[in-house]
């Protein structure tokens, strides 16, 4: 893998890079049902970012 393939994809893998990412804001807002803006504060959202990511972690190590 170069240099520049393994940054993109640990931008990615990271908390900021998955908040930014247009599909899961896509997803996120589908439960956005009150169209309320913003949907989730900064801070609710990457808390709920890393604990799906501690869940799939958690998930895996069985």
Same mark, same amino acid.
């Given at each position: 893998?170069?240099? *520049?393939?393994?940054?993109?994809?640990? @931008?990615? +893998?990271?908390?900021? +890079?998955?908040?930014?990412?247009? *599909?899961?804001?896509?997803? %996120?807002? @589908?439960?956005?049902? @009150?169209?309320?803006?913003?949907?989730?504060?900064? @801070?609710?959202?990457?808390? %709920?970012?890393?604990?799906?990511?501690?869940?799939?972690?958690?998930?895996?190590? %069985?």
């Amino acid at each position: 893998m170069s240099k *520049q393939n393994s940054r993109a994809s640990s @931008k990615r +893998g990271s908390v900021g +890079g998955i908040m930014i990412d247009t *599909q899961v804001k896509d997803i %996120l807002e @589908k439960f956005n049902v @009150k169209n309320k803006s913003p949907f989730l504060p900064q @801070k609710a959202y990457r808390s %709920l970012i890393e604990r799906n990511i501690s869940v799939i972690n958690d998930e895996k190590s %069985l």
